[in-house]
């Protein structure tokens, strides 16, 4: 069975550009959580969803970011306007349902200049 | 906001050496996962630990659930390069939904 995808698997953009990350979770799958992963501030909850409704977005450093999930096998993660602190690994994860284990996805290295 | 210390934070030893990694908190948590992740990839659940004082075996790893369900530890037997990792701890909130993640143990297993 495939895992959790995640595209692209690199990104390196220019600050104040828009950088969309993507993400398909397990199939059957009814949570989504977005993470961002840095040396400093280790793995971090950015939001998650059920049944494709965002539930938590408490983790979403500001305003630059959305995140949607139009449909129970897509969703992504959006930066406008990218700018050098956002420089880190972003994973997607999924799990059955809630509170059951997450499986991650290999992640999306972000490099903004 | 639940925090989780792990330590050592960085670990470097020799093939056939046993270590012990920690996971701590002042907290209580309804469940603890821990994850390794090597590089270039996500974490990888490795177990979960539900009820305190609980002990759960994975070949050379043995895991660890403090009574109070506060804090948590991993050993492994004999370590081997292929033990290499990232290894997270993450805790699970009482409602069930969200898990705090612990800053991370690496670990180095030099042949």
């Known amino acids: 069975d495939a895992g959790v995808i995640q595209s692209p698997r690199h990104e390196v953009t220019e600050m104040g550009q828009e950088v969309t990350l993507r993400c398909k979770p397990i199939?059957?799958?009814?949570?989504l959580f977005w993470y961002r992963q840095t040396m400093m501030r280790g793995l971090e909850l950015l939001i998650y969803?059920?049944?494709?409704?965002?539930?938590?977005d408490s983790g979403m450093p500001e305003d630059r970011f959305s995140a949607k999930m139009p449909n129970a096998s897509f969703s992504t993660l959006k930066i406008q306007p990218s700018e050098p602190r956002d420089s880190a690994v972003y994973f997607c994860?999924?799990?059955?349902?809630?509170?059951?284990?997450?499986?991650f996805g290999p992640g999306t290295r972000l490099t903004v200049t | 906001t639940q925090l989780l210390e792990q330590s050592p934070q960085f670990l470097s030893i020799q093939e056939g050496e046993n270590l012990t990694v920690y996971c701590n908190s002042s907290?209580?948590?309804?469940?603890l996962q821990w994850y390794r992740q090597e590089p270039g990839e996500g974490p990888v659940l490795l177990v979960t630990?539900?009820?305190?004082?609980e002990v759960k075996k994975l070949k050379r790893l043995t895991f660890q659930f403090g009574d109070a369900r506060k804090d948590s530890s991993l050993h492994i037997t004999a370590a081997q390069p292929g033990d290499t990792g990232l290894y997270l701890c993450?805790?699970?909130?009482?409602?069930?939904?969200?898990?705090?993640f612990g800053g991370g143990t690496r670990l180095m297993v030099k042949p």
């Open positions: 994860a999924s799990s059955l349902r809630l509170p059951y284990e997450q499986y």
């Open positions: 199939s059957g799958h009814n949570s």
């Open positions: 969803f059920n049944n494709n409704v965002p539930i938590d």
């Open positions: 907290s209580v948590f309804s469940s």
């Open positions: 630990v539900v009820t305190g004082g």
């Open positions: 993450a805790g699970r909130n009482n409602a069930g939904n969200m898990l705090t």
